[in-house]
């Protein structure tokens, strides 16, 4: 076993978990919280030829692993501290397992949250803090709430729970890890870890390193927010410009400066996953196993095929880490995955001016089993002549090389949309 240690750098002390921190943290936990279920998926196993467990933490209190880190950090306050109340900045599951953490301790928390922030998502927080919480909607951005949120600690010297560059929270989300160690009878050979700002690798893998040595511990980010990629690549924290805040449960611009130099230590790799494929698994999940996760709960299964060859014949674990979905956003979870997988296509189509064009169109350009899914006219007042936006989903996604050739065979002039992002999301 790796002894843990806080190693001395020059004048500052870098921080490492402590096993028995761990331990501490996960006394603290038992008094609200049970393990999660570690459970082996067979659709997963027989498509990978291996073991697959799926740590479900989806399943957890308040719905995803954030309870642990909130509820340590809180309790851990000192009394003086608690009688003040608390203050955060969180537009998701921070907030709701600070809220509920604030409920079962009976203090006082002022949640800070985006104005942006869908009305679900909203409502949740204050079912989970009841009358201990006040949510306050401020600003168009989690750096507004942040910033107000940070005047109120400053004004009133109130604590500020952070949502993971924080030790006590870090050790909270360490218990993921000590629980999968108990859970399994069978040498770990991985270990995929979502990644946001990094409070969850950073615990998980720390204290996995220093009990089972030999296990990978393999994180994983969205293509559209590689913060911890792009910081590990440089070898210090830097903050990204523009991200894809789809997988809001892991789209940061800047993870924690704890996290990172925790994660540099213990990390083996980091796997990027395009928001359209970790679509794809949701709806995967949903219709075969019956499981419901939002973007962030799916990134350690949408990795695994990156993985395949490296997996197969090994024990692997995926940690679910939320179910914190908002069902009004299926539909475009499901357009995502469409568009990764090469089924869904939207050109703009310039109909010849000639009587019969679009019947054309349908009846010689689409294949048998393809289907007009939109159609507009960009010119309503000049709809026999003006250009036509389309949207076409295939079959199969060796269709489309067919349905170019018979387009350009009968003269149909096409302008196609999915390789010109800027105009796509404009248009569609």
Do not use: W
Request: aromatic share 8%; net charge neutral.
């Amino acid at each position: 076993m790796k002894k843990s240690s806080s190693k001395v750098v020059g004048k500052k002390t870098a921080y490492f978990p402590k096993v028995e921190d761990v331990l501490a943290a996960r006394l603290t936990l038992n008094n609200i919280l049970e393990s999660t279920p570690l459970q082996r998926n067979r659709n997963l196993s027989d498509r990978f030829e291996n073991n697959i467990f799926l740590k479900r933490e989806d399943l957890q209190t308040v719905r995803s692993y954030k309870i642990r880190g909130a509820y340590n950090r809180i309790k851990n306050l000192l009394p003086s501290q608690m009688e003040k109340g608390i203050i955060c900045a969180s537009a998701g599951n921070h907030a709701q397992g600070v809220a509920y953490s604030c409920q079962m301790l009976n203090i006082h928390g002022i949640i800070y949250m985006p104005s942006t922030t869908p009305r679900q998502k909203v409502k949740q927080v204050k079912m989970f803090g009841k009358d201990s919480v006040e949510v306050i909607l401020t600003g168009d951005t989690y750096d507004d709430a942040f910033a107000a949120a940070m005047e109120e600690c400053v004004k009133n010297n109130r604590p500020f729970i952070h949502p993971f560059d924080d030790p006590k929270i870090i050790e909270g989300q360490a218990t993921v890890g000590l629980e999968i160690l108990e859970q399994i009878n069978k040498p770990i050979d991985y270990i995929f870890v979502p990644i946001g700002g990094g409070g969850l690798i950073s615990g998980v893998g720390s204290y996995v390193k220093q009990m089972s040595p030999k296990t990978k511990i393999i994180g994983v980010e969205p293509s559209g927010a590689p913060a911890m990629k792009e910081s590990l690549k440089k070898g210090s924290v830097i903050e990204l410009k523009d991200i894809d805040k789809f997988v809001d449960g892991a789209a940061v611009r800047r993870v924690g400066d704890l996290c990172f130099a925790i994660t540099q230590k213990i990390i083996d790799d980091l796997v990027l996953v395009p928001e359209g494929k970790i679509c794809t698994k949701i709806l995967e999940l949903y219709n075969f196993d019956a499981i419901v996760v939002e973007p962030a709960g799916a990134l350690s299964i949408a990795a695994l095929d990156y993985y395949a060859k490296e997996i197969k014949g090994k024990n692997v674990i995926c940690i679910l880490s939320g179910s914190n979905n908002d069902i009004t956003r299926t539909e475009e979870i499901k357009e995502r995955s469409l568009l990764f997988e090469g089924l869904k296509h939207y050109f703009i189509i310039r109909f010849p001016q000639r009587s019969g064009a679009l019947r054309d169109f349908v009846d010689k350009v689409l294949g048998p089993d393809d289907d007009i899914t939109h159609f507009e006219y960009r010119k309503k007042t000049s709809r026999e002549k003006g250009p036509a936006l389309v949207g076409i989903e295939l079959q199969r996604k060796e269709d489309f090389e067919g349905l170019m050739e018979r387009m350009e065979l009968h003269g149909f002039i096409a302008e196609y949309l999915n390789e010109q992002p800027e105009l796509f999301q404009y248009l569609i």
